[in-house]
């Protein structure tokens, strides 16, 4: 393929070596030089994002809740209940090998696609005149969003199976392009432009990551921008929407009325911040959606502009450390998938940030991690088990955790070899022992281990 060269053509880095044995500060190798250096990246970043994200649930949610549920910390509860579900698939995510993430590619599509299809039928929910959700007792389920997931694993995994095909276009683009459209119109007549515009982000950072050629790239990228266009101002709400984001101040108590509501909060927030908890803005009859969509706007107005810069911050470290993974990789699938789970979470997160701040129209999408709602954080975190997964199969990683596990044997041999000589109280000589009217002949040979002859 001509065009651009993507990062499956990119070589591997090569692996970081010890320093030397003098110890000194001039020694020490560089942060972002160590060898699980993207490891810790993610997880901090996504740790720190998760715990934000409780904190500014409870307080973004606690006035609201009480009035109408009758406990501060209802919602809070049930996002906390999401993130005890979502612990355990990150931390499991964290462990599966690269062929598990291959195994589950096509039965994700699968079942992503099917309850895309229920979703559309009598037993899905609507409100607010979108019907996105299935419910599941006292929860409720978002087929979108599993679809993203499992179009960054579906799509990666087909390009690695057909890389040997991908000079010719029509390889590239079928079914990986067919496939995401289905996606993307099925989430359309929910409808959810937001979450399509993550899919369709999705499917562009894969094809730029495997090289598309870039008229293809620039042909495709131009008709979805197109029928986006026309899709947005086909409807009349999503017109307004649009018309309102020009000029929010315009129409401040209808059309403009969250957008005017958030950039208030923000402005209020200053430097500093009003206090932890302390948001006027989150009152009933002001800002719509505080802990949901807007929790930023919460976050400005209580942490002030210095909170928004430390969320900015993170979500750039987390981009960072994937994008960082994708580069570092020998794996094709790993390079697709990391790069493609990165421009998803990456990408919604600029969507949702650039809402609230008014440089783009409101979309309707939650900040992952931190915003409330379980079917968009139990994927998000399970994403970023795979991340880590993805990150401790680079190949630096990689020898460093088999050393590291080959370190701890050793040291565990030694400990039950010192154990086992201890309970045989023999008096020190010089080679041969007595113990218990035997004669033991203890060899030290190259094993540092005692091998004892009776």
């Known amino acids: ?16 070596s010890r320093p030397a044995a003098g110890g000194g500060d001039g020694d020490r190798v560089p942060l972002l030089a160590r060898p699980l250096a993207s490891y810790y990246l993610l997880l901090f970043s996504a740790g720190l994002l998760l715990l934000l994200g409780l904190i500014m649930v409870l307080s973004a949610s606690s006035v609201r809740a009480f009035e109408e549920l009758g406990s501060p910390y209802a919602v809070f509860a049930r996002q906390a209940t999401w993130v005890g579900i979502g612990l355990p698939l990150l931390v499991l995510g964290s462990r599966l090998p690269v062929r598990v993430f291959r195994l589950l590619a096509y039965p994700t599509m699968v079942v992503s696609l099917l309850l895309l299809l229920v979703v559309l039928t009598p037993l899905g929910k609507s409100l ?24 960054v694993l579906w799509g990666a995994d087909l390009l690695v199976r057909k890389r040997k095909l991908l000079g010719e276009w029509k390889h590239l683009l079928v079914p990986l392009v067919p496939g995401a459209l289905l996606i993307s119109v099925l989430i359309m007549l929910e409808p959810d432009m937001g979450t ?8 562009l950072t894969l094809l730029w990551v495997v090289g598309t050629p870039l008229r293809v790239f620039a042909a495709l990228s131009g008709a979805i921008l197109a029928v986006g266009t026309i899709l947005a101002v086909r409807e009349p709400y999503r017109l307004e929407r649009l018309m309102s984001y020009r000029d929010p101040f315009a129409d401040a108590h209808d059309t403009g009325f969250q957008a005017v509501q958030g950039l208030y909060a923000l402005a209020s927030g200053g430097w500093w911040g009003e206090g932890l908890g302390a948001s006027r803005e989150k009152w009933p009859g002001l800002l719509p959606n505080a802990h949901t969509d807007f929790i930023l706007a919460i976050i400005g107005e209580e942490l002030g502009l210095l909170g928004t810069l430390v969320v900015v911050m993170l979500f750039a470290v987390l981009g960072f450390a994937g994008i960082r993974v994708a580069h570092r990789s020998t794996d094709p699938f790993i390079q697709l998938a990391a790069a493609a789970a990165t421009g ?25 991690l931190v915003s409330f709602g379980g079917s968009a954080l139990v994927p998000t975190m399970l994403t970023v088990g795979m991340l880590l997964s993805f990150a401790r199969h680079e190949p630096a990683a990689a020898a460093a955790i088999s050393s590291r596990a080959a370190a701890r044997r050793d040291a565990r041999d030694r400990a039950g070899a010192d154990h086992w000589w201890q309970r045989l109280h023999v008096q020190p000589g010089p ?22 002859r009776w």
């Open 128 to 151: 607010n005149g979108a019907q996105r959700w299935i419910e599941l007792g006292p929860y409720t389920l978002q087929p979108s969003e599993i679809a993203k997931l499992a179009l």
């Open 431 to 452: 080679g041969q022992q007595t113990h218990g009217g035997y004669r033991a002949d203890v060899r030290y040979e190259d094993d540092p281990r005692a091998s004892v």
């Open 196 to 203: 399509t515009i993550v899919v369709l982000t999705v499917l």
């Open 1 to 16: 393929m001509s065009g651009m060269t993507g990062l499956m053509t990119s070589p591997p880095r090569p692996g970081v």
């Open 344 to 368: 998803w979470i990456i990408g919604q997160a600029v969507v949702n940030m650039g809402a609230v701040v008014g440089l783009l129209p409101i979309t309707g999408i939650p900040l992952p």
